[in-house]
């Protein structure tokens, strides 16, 4: 019997995207005072001026944006202190310039994607990028749960036992026939039914006289051992082991009494509807072997030629 395979889906959860973030940079207005308020770099009174804290240091607007400003990534102008400076992943942004590469839409507060450094909205990334749904072939969008399954994808809600049509999700399921069911469903419909505890074989199984057995169903029936990968015989349709099957029908050695059987290919002796095994075929009376020599009969016994002669 071919074996079917239990399979199971993984659902992806894609990384949801975060905002830009917004670099603090205070402007403060220094306050008149007799002491001096200098910039640490340029050196000017800071007095009555905007200025800007780094670190616990002052600079004057002017020095800060020549010294820490960063540049935009897509005008490549420095972004000043009075606008915000967007980042995300190292990568600052005008908020003006922080837009959809494809469609120039702001991207601001606005879930995004990001490919070949590229970003992108949502819609656009779907257009470009995303699966496409192998049952409704509707766009598969960023942050959707996904199932997959041998380079096909589907929604969630799409991915459906064939024959029940309830979403099989991230449960056990198997693929018949260029369709996908559900365990419960594919047992009803497909699988074989052990003729002995008459439950459905999913895996493995054998086959006896054209009938299927679950693995561990298949027993002996004298001694109910397991037959599955053991050489076993069979009596009126029924199978037995073969100790069980010679004690109970194979013919019995006249010398030790055991039972002589062919299926196990132990070789015997067979003299007027007698029988031994070859080994104890010997003379009742000086136990030589009898094996491939003459032999004579004194009532039931078998003795070598030399002891029947004596008689």
Wanted: glycine fraction near 6%.
């Amino acid at each position: 019997m071919s074996n079917q395979t239990l399979t199971h889906l993984q659902a992806r959860h894609p990384t949801p995207l975060l905002p830009p973030t917004l670099p603090s940079k205070p402007l403060l207005v220094a306050r008149m005072s007799a002491e001096r308020f200098d910039c640490h770099y340029c050196k000017d009174s800071l007095l009555g001026k905007k200025y800007i804290l780094k670190e616990d240091t002052p600079y004057c607007t002017r020095c800060y944006e020549n010294l820490f400003a960063n540049c935009c990534e897509l005008c490549s102008l420095p972004i000043g202190c009075n606008s915000k400076d967007l980042s995300y992943k190292d990568r600052h942004f005008h908020e003006d310039c922080f837009q959809c590469a494809k469609c120039s839409r702001t991207l601001v507060e606005k879930p995004f994607a990001a490919k070949d450094d590229q970003l992108l909205c949502t819609d656009c990334y779907s257009n470009e990028y995303s699966s496409k749904c192998t049952t409704c072939k509707k766009t598969i969008m960023p942050g959707a749960r996904k199932m997959e399954y041998k380079g096909n994808s589907w929604h969630e809600t799409c991915f459906l036992c064939h024959r029940c049509q309830q979403p099989i999700g991230t449960k056990s399921f198997i693929p018949k026939d260029n369709g996908y069911f559900c365990v419960p469903c594919f047992e009803k419909q497909f699988a074989y039914q052990c003729c002995s505890c008459k439950k459905a074989i999913t895996t493995g199984g054998v086959t006896y006289h054209d009938k299927p057995w679950h693995r561990e169903c298949f027993l002996c029936i004298g001694c109910k051992k397991q037959l599955a990968g053991q050489r076993f015989t069979s009596r009126e349709n029924y199978p037995y082991c073969l100790d069980c099957f010679g004690n109970l029908y194979a013919k019995k050695c006249v010398g030790c009494t055991k039972s002589i059987s062919s299926l196990t290919g132990a070789k015997y002796i067979s003299f007027e509807e007698r029988q031994w095994h070859s080994e104890c075929f010997t003379c009742m009376k000086c136990s030589v072997s009898l094996t491939g020599r003459g032999f004579l009969t004194h009532r039931d016994d078998v003795l070598c030629t030399d002891c029947g002669r004596d008689k």
